[in-house]
């Protein structure tokens, strides 16, 4: 089984990469399935030369059944006023029912979007919790406690201790997969973190980002992409 997520961010070399590894599935004992949004960019089996054959199912929004158990499931007893106004409010968007069944908030108060809603619970947190979620969100989806220990040393606007994580776990979680890693349960918590950040903090976070990478590079050469793109972040053209 290969397992692509996001693929409308693949720039064109992955794009054709995962072209050349599908136009031979059907002579190997593989299956691939890939996940994206519905927007330009990235690869989609459809376009391109040659085009891949490919069964696509389009994720609709949950019915309306289906979304008032959601948020029975998630908010527990309710008034039924209430769950209509969820329901009407998330357009079947399940990580939106879920926040929102969870919220409490009035009808009148509810979030016009998930985005708004997870940028009001990050704002609720304590300032160095705060701060150490939009520091940890430059570094991506995923990334290592290690490497953001580094970058942030010596940072006392962020939390450091060794609970911290454990009071962000409804943003973050520990990664399976990879010793000391850590991911976002979201990618729309990363964002909503990310454009937290003042564009002054994102230049000075990239450039440290781009700097313990390089340090921490036996060749630069093979950090290449990700030094790129954290210096041009920072604004240090030259170096990206």
Same mark, same amino acid.
């Given at each position: 089984l290969l397992l692509f997520e996001d693929v409308h961010w693949m720039d064109e070399a992955s794009s054709d990469l995962l072209r050349h590894l599908a136009s031979q599935i059907s002579s190997r004992p593989w299956f691939a399935c890939a996940t994206r949004r519905s927007i330009a960019g990235g690869f989609s089996a459809a376009d391109g030369v040659p085009p891949v054959p490919a069964l696509t199912l389009a994720l609709e929004p949950l019915p309306a059944v289906d979304a008032r158990e959601l948020v029975a499931a998630a908010?527990?007893? %309710?008034?039924?006023?209430? $769950?209509?106004?969820?329901?009407?409010?998330?357009?079947?968007?399940?990580?939106? +029912? @879920? !926040?929102?069944?969870?919220?409490?908030?009035?009808p009148e108060e509810l979030p016009e979007s998930v985005e708004a809603m997870v940028a009001a619970k990050i704002d609720r947190l304590d300032p160095a919790d705060r701060?150490? %979620?939009?520091?940890?969100? $430059?570094?991506?989806?995923?990334?290592?406690?290690?490497?953001?220990?580094?970058? +942030? @040393? !010596?940072d006392p606007t962020a939390a450091a201790d060794s609970e911290a994580w454990d009071r962000l776990a409804e943003f973050v979680e520990r990664d399976p997969q990879v010793a000391g890693g850590f991911r976002f349960r979201h990618a729309l918590i990363r964002d909503s973190a990310y454009e937290g950040l003042s564009f002054a903090r994102r230049r000075e976070l990239h450039a440290r980002v781009g700097a313990v990478y390089e340090a921490l590079a036996a060749d630069p050469e093979e950090s290449a992409e990700l030094l790129s793109l954290h210096f041009l972040r920072a604004e240090s053209y030259d170096k990206a």
């Open positions: 908010g527990g007893d %309710l008034p039924d006023e209430e $769950v209509e106004a969820i329901t009407a409010r998330a357009g079947g968007n399940p990580l939106f +029912l @879920r !926040e929102l069944a969870g919220a409490g908030a009035e701060a150490l %979620l939009r520091w940890a969100s $430059v570094l991506g989806v995923a990334f290592s406690g290690d490497l953001l220990s580094e970058v +942030l @040393r !010596e």
